[in-house]
C-alpha cells in the first residue's frame, strides 16, 4: 500500500490543521493507522493510532483533547483533525500503515508500522 500524507502548512497559535493520509494500492479498512511527528534534531515520536477492528484511538499525552484520529474507509482516508495548536506541536508528520491489529503495547512503536507517507510539514508560529 502506498500513503501520501497532506493538509500541513503554516498556522498560528490556537489555530486548526485537518491532516489526510490516503491509501492506494488496497483498500485501507484492514489496516491499523497511526500519526507520527519528527521535529528537527528529535526522534520521530508517536501522535495517535487507531486499530483496525473498532474505533478505539490512542494518543500521546502532550495531544490528548486537542487532536482526534479518524478513518473513512469510503475514502479510504485516516484524517488527523488538530485543533488549539502550539508552536511545540511543529514537525514533519508521518502517517504509517501495518496490516492488522498490533498488540496494544506496540502500537506507539516506529518499529511496528511498515508502511509510511512522504510527510507533511506542520508548523505553528507563536
Known amino acids: 500500500v502506498q500513503l501520501q500524507a497532506s493538509g500541513g502548512g503554516l498556522v498560528q497559535a490556537g489555530d486548526s490543521l485537518r491532516l489526510s493520509c490516503a491509501a492506494s494500492?488496497?483498500?485501507?479498512?484492514?489496516?491499523?493507522v497511526a500519526w507520527f511527528r519528527q521535529a528537527p534534531g528529535k526522534e520521530r515520536e508517536f501522535v495517535a493510532a487507531i486499530r483496525f477492528g473498532n474505533t478505539n484511538a490512542y494518543y500521546t499525552d502532550s495531544v490528548k483533547g486537542r487532536f482526534t484520529i479518524s478513518r473513512d474507509n469510503a475514502k479510504n482516508t485516516v484524517d488527523l483533525q488538530m485543533n488549539s495548536l502550539k508552536p511545540e506541536d511543529t514537525a514533519m508528520y508521518y502517517c504509517a500503515a501495518r496490516y492488522g491489529r498490533p498488540i496494544l503495547s506496540a502500537m506507539r512503536d516506529v518499529a511496528t508500522y511498515n508502511y509510511w507517507g512522504q510527510g507533511t510539514q506542520v508548523t505553528v508560529s507563536s
Open positions: 494500492g488496497r483498500t485501507f479498512s484492514s489496516d491499523s
